[in-house]
């Protein structure tokens, strides 16, 4: 018997199941029902998790009343400011940061693993050139299942290391190569002198005809962009990784799944919607006739890059990327909308309806400027994201795959459709 229980009584039958209450290392208290259905015959009924812990997991925590996210322990802002992507990578994967050595051959390993096979380009020739980037990824990423054979025992720790190592070495290569496809030139191969942000830069803007150098100030603003996106604990698209790789399905369909995911506006495609947002506001003149629409329950507009499910605070990654699209846009030349979103966070946050239902700005309010800023288009904006989390997707997976006691995830339901009845013949109906 776990030391705390909460006891539930079933008042129509007057029978009581006695419910164990687990305590994590932090944060809120989980009320464990696995028992509910056979002591008292209830299921539980929670749409969108609202209420639910839907698995264990020691990677990333955060407090949303705080504004508090820290992975495997460590807060955000530190690893922000101290670590590159790659150190952040292997800290999700690995559970600790690495040291020297282990870093330098952790490098190694993705830099061993940035092609793509070239059959991959001749997938991606069979997209329409203007086809979404985050519609190719999907794709692409589902192929990978059909390229990488030799690492797809998921039972087999070795196996599932080299997909994690593939994954993330090749999402650069893939994200550019869409871009490539849909402006019409050539397919670069990565460079694996640079780093892994350098390098994705060379695959977007480098041509085969002419020298190109990637800038420090942008490698550097995309590191820290993929660190804070790097995880989010049990957000939509990772729950969507761990749904569809419960049933033991090949690891690459897994994400591709969370890529799909992804690209909603409510999850991370909300980076692309609020560029466009701002572009249909067009002067600071016209935000309170946007925020009374977002206030209005009839219309469908809702202030994108705002609110969260979970912080009922301002977002932390959200005041890191504040502060770095202020140095990208002084090298890179200051954007209107910056001034425009600044304006309408100040305006927001001073409403009563924001401020009664805690809305504040989160991590895709002001990402889309820097990548503007850039020269990303629009629709690439999502990809950079998938980019960043394809690390947290890999390190649940593997937490998941790896854990003895996993299931099958399989929800249940509240049926609320007809009752059994008779199929009446063809001339009845
Ligand atoms: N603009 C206007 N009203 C809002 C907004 C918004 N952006 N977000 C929430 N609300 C209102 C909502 O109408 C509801 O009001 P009421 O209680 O009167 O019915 C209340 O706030 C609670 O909202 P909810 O929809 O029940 O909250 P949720 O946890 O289900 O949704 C959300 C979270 C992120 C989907 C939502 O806040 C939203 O649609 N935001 C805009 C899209 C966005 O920025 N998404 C990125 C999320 S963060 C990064 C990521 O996941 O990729």
Request: a negative charge; charged letters at 25%.
């Amino acid at each position: 018997m776990a030391d705390k229980t909460v006891s539930l009584k079933d008042n129509s039958s007057g029978k009581t199941a006695e419910l164990p209450l687990r305590e994590g290392t932090l944060g809120s208290s989980v009320l464990d029902i696995r028992k509910l259905p056979k002591e008292l015959g209830h299921f539980t009924f929670d749409p969108g998790f609202k209420a639910t812990a839907s698995c264990e997991s020691a990677i990333t925590y955060l407090d949303g009343g705080k504004g508090q996210l820290m992975y495997r322990g460590y807060p955000i802002e530190q690893l922000a400011e101290k670590c590159n992507y790659l150190e952040v990578c292997y800290l999700l994967l690995h559970g600790e940061l690495p040291s020297s050595t282990e870093k330098e051959q952790f490098e190694t390993n993705i830099r061993y693993h940035t092609m793509i096979n070239e059959g991959l380009r001749k997938f991606l020739d069979g997209f329409r050139y203007d086809a979404h980037p985050m519609a190719m990824m999907t794709g692409v990423l589902g192929s990978l299942s059909a390229f990488y054979h030799d690492s797809t025992n998921i039972h087999d720790p070795d196996q599932r290391i080299i997909t994690a190592h593939r994954l993330i070495a090749k999402m650069p290569t893939l994200a550019a190569a869409c871009y490539k496809h849909s402006i019409g030139e050539p397919v670069l191969y990565p460079r694996n002198e640079l780093s892994y942000a350098s390098n994705f830069l060379w695959m977007m803007w480098g041509r085969p005809t002419e020298p190109y150098e990637p800038d420090p100030v942008a490698a550097k603003a995309l590191d820290v962009l993929f660190i804070l996106h790097a995880d989010h604990e049990q957000n939509a698209s990772t729950s969507t990784v761990r749904l569809a790789g419960s049933s033991q399905t090949n690891p690459f369909g897994a994400i591709a799944a969370g890529v799909a995911s992804l690209w909603g506006p409510a999850h991370g495609g909300a980076n692309e919607a609020v560029l466009r947002m701002l572009d249909e506001i067009g002067s600071v003149d016209n935000i309170d006739k946007y925020i009374d629409r977002a206030k209005d329950k009839n219309d469908p507009f809702r202030l994108m890059g705002f609110g969260h499910r979970v912080y009922k605070n301002m977002d932390p990654r959200a005041l890191i990327i504040k502060k770095l699209a202020d140095e990208v846009l002084e090298k890179y030349g200051d954007d209107p909308r910056m001034e425009l979103a600044r304006r309408l966070e100040e305006i927001a946050l001073k409403d009563e309806y924001f401020v009664e239902r805690r809305l504040y700005p989160n991590v895709d309010f002001y990402s889309g400027i820097i990548y503007q800023a850039l020269g990303f288009p629009y629709e690439m904006f999502t990809v950079l994201f998938a980019i960043g989390r394809t690390v947290g997707w890999i390190a649940h997976w593997m937490e998941m795959i790896s854990d003895p006691s996993m299931v099958i995830g399989r929800p249940r339901q509240l049926y609320v459709g007809p009752a059994e009845r008779n199929v009446p013949d063809l001339d009845d109906r």
